[in-house]
């Protein structure tokens, strides 16, 4: 097919094919506009109304819907033009991603509501999709939810007792679309359910084990209004899932209705109300309803500072998420997300004493907070990220107790127990993440620790090569680079193949930069200068220190090896005004005057004998001697000290 209809569009290429015909992208050669031509196969379409799509969309207008804007046909197709829609079908971003976000699907299922919303009240009768699925929805750049494909839409007629068809998309479609009663609004509803499903679990309703579980058996994180929303939406009675397009919207707007703060608060206030109910009815009935106005909107607020704060996070604006949980607090000291909010600020920022620390002092204020599951996941992981992998199996043994659904708690206690060598626990875990039939990153990511634990380090890099091509997780994906690069980097104290260890330890932290959304992760970063360091490749490095001080990363070790470069390479002005930066910042920490010792030691001894002075490398060493852990017995001191002998036996000191 080389031109259609008279010359008047040019084909540009196929977007894509079924049974039923083939969708081209098309250009009018006149106007240079594009257009989608559906080109439907009579003899492969005979047994279906092939006039049913364009039928229906001649009636409607609405922003998320195509026109149709002209139909011609010949003996053996049917061709519809209609407009084009720029973007990717989500079917097609989840080979990529796969899953999205909460926030990003609810917006997404917002609109939708709107679009059947809009379907459901045509006059004289409601139109009914029936195909509600990802491949059916695009999202232009724009984030605009576009609705595609009217193939099997139908009109709810009520004197209708059936449908006059059974279509729709196995695992997507309705119970009642393949009985003999007829469809409905709350048809399009439970497809909607099963799409939002797929979209947040990356789960497809054709694939093992067949069922919806409950969200938060699958990832903890998942809010608790999204769970409740979504799974009465996928019930298989009509009659108990929600019952209009509306009581869906309206739950989705109102998603802290279903939080347990709010939940708690209402209750407790409904005690109140008995109470004051004793002593004077009518007026307490005033009270009641104003109060409970007010804790909504104070639960509310509560619930948008802390998503406010986390969408901070997500961006890396520390100072305003800070700000947001601060709010929150302000507004209610009892709840314990805030906390936790802050808590994550200092862990992202790799602070990880300071963490610690302010752990530490929440738990005195509110000892309750160490039943929280989050909270202790929280705390285990920053341990682990300080390599103290006993007590982060502590604080994870704690969590998974809390929460006994969490496989996101489950498989980092089960890296935990096999970074600690207690391969059976870990295997243990690994058993039964396999019998409840979990994405297949988690499990390689797990195998890869326990192949590492069991010496195994090709084995586990190729483990963890999978996690990376596989996961939509990027925390997952993060830590199984870092991984890999703690991988090469031991292997680099063997004489044999160390140079080779080191250029794969580069190679693959550079294409976790390409790879990862954040290109500047602190971790990665922090990597990277370090290897690009060992390699010598200065000029790499610098940049890479440097960064990680923008990033607001600020180590006193940054500082001395950002000067220690300089003076390598003989920036010896350079050198000395980071370890002046060092000194202003770290004023305690020895290393910093062990340095600057070290650098007036060389700029000296490059001087004509007649003008050298070693009185600043006695002066700095000196106060490295004050502030080093074993005073002048202190290891690192050592060779400097015996530089300063020479110098006084050879006068000059």
């Known amino acids: ?3 259609l209809f008279n010359g008047r569009y040019r084909i540009i290429k196929a977007l894509g094919s079924g049974g039923m015909g083939t969708v081209y992208l098309a250009e009018n050669v006149s106007l240079g506009t594009k257009w989608a031509i559906k080109a439907i196969d009579k003899k492969a379409s005979k047994n279906y109304d092939l006039l049913a799509e364009p039928n229906i969309l001649k009636k409607l207008n609405h922003p998320a819907l195509p026109r149709i804007i002209d139909i011609e046909e010949d003996d053996n197709f049917l061709y519809i033009i209609e407009d084009y829609i720029e973007g990717t079908p989500l079917d097609k971003q989840l080979q990529f991603k796969k899953r999205f976000d909460e926030g990003t699907v609810i917006e997404w299922a917002k609109q939708l509501c709107n679009v059947l919303l809009y379907l459901h009240n045509q006059k004289p009768n409601p139109i009914i999709y029936r195909d509600m699925k990802p491949s059916n929805i695009i999202v232009t750049p724009e984030n605009v939810v576009k609705v595609i494909d009217f193939g099997i839409a139908r009109e709810f007629k009520k004197e209708s007792a059936s449908d006059t068809s059974y279509m729709g998309t196995r695992g997507y479609a309705a119970p009642e679309q393949y009985g003999t009663s007829q469809t409905d609004a709350r048809t399009d509803i439970y497809s909607l359910g099963v799409t939002l499903y797929h979209l947040l679990t990356g789960k497809s309703p054709n694939e093992p084990p067949y069922e919806f ?6 990832d903890k994180n998942f809010s608790e209004g999204i769970e409740y929303i979504v799974n009465k939406c996928v019930q298989n009675d009509p009659a108990k899932r929600y019952q209009n397009v509306a009581e869906l919207l309206h739950d989705l707007e109102n998603m802290y209705l279903f939080n347990s703060y709010y939940k708690k608060q209402k209750a407790l206030e409904k005690v109140k109300f008995v109470i004051k109910g004793v002593l004077v009815a009518g007026f307490s009935a005033l009270i009641y309803l104003g109060s409970t106005s007010l804790i909504a ?12 704060g986390y969408q901070y996070l997500d961006l890396r604006q520390f100072n305003e998420a800070f700000g947001s949980f601060s709010k929150a607090i302000e507004l209610d000291k009892s709840g314990e997300n805030a906390y936790i909010g802050i808590a994550s600020i200092l862990l992202k920022q ?36 300080e390599r103290d992998y006993e007590k982060a199996v502590t604080y994870l043994e704690r969590a998974c107790d809390a929460d006994t659904s969490s496989i996101l708690y489950l498989r980092d206690l089960a890296v935990c127990y096999a970074k600690v060598g207690d391969l059976s626990k870990a295997r243990r875990i690994l058993g039964q993440i396999n019998r409840d039939g979990i994405s297949d990153d988690v499990i390689d990511y797990i195998k890869g620790q326990v192949l590492l ?15 990376i091509n596989s996961t939509g997780d990027e925390h997952l994906k993060k830590r199984s680079y870092l991984e890999i690069s703690d991988i090469y980097k031991s292997m680099r104290h063997d004489d044999k193949i160390g140079f080779e260890a080191l250029d794969k330890q580069i190679e693959i932290l550079e294409q976790a930069v390409k790879d990862l959304k954040n290109e500047d992760d602190l971790i990665i970063t922090e990597a990277m200068a370090e290897a690009y360091f060992t390699a010598k490749y200065y000029d790499l490095s610098i940049e890479k220190f440097k960064r990680l001080l923008e990033l607001g990363y600020d180590r006193a070790y940054i500082y001395r090896n950002i000067a220690i470069i300089y003076q390598q390479t003989g920036e010896y002005e350079k050198a000395e005004e980071y370890l002046k930066k060092m000194m202003d910042k770290y004023p305690d920490n020895y290393q910093c005057y062990l340095q600057l010792a070290f650098l007036y030691l060389e700029t000296e001894s490059l001087k004509a004998e007649e003008e050298r002075d070693y009185k600043k490398v006695l002066e700095y060493y000196n106060l490295a001697v004050k502030f080093a852990p074993e005073g002048e017995n202190t290891s690192d001191l050592l060779p400097l000290a015996r530089k300063i002998e020479e110098l006084k036996e050879k006068k000059w000191l």
């Open 1 to 3: 097919m080389t031109t």
């Open 213 to 218: 579980k409950p969200l938060r058996q699958v």
């Open 297 to 308: 909107e104070r639960v509310d607020m509560y619930n948008k500072l802390i998503d406010q």
């Open 350 to 385: 790799a602070n990880y004493e300071e963490c610690l620390s302010y752990m530490d002092e929440v738990e005195e204020k509110m000892p309750e907070i160490e039943d929280n599951a989050q909270y202790n996941y929280l705390k285990g992981t920053v341990y682990y990220e």
């Open 453 to 467: 634990a069991e010496g195994d380090k090709e084995a586990a890099i190729e483990s963890f090569k999978k996690v």
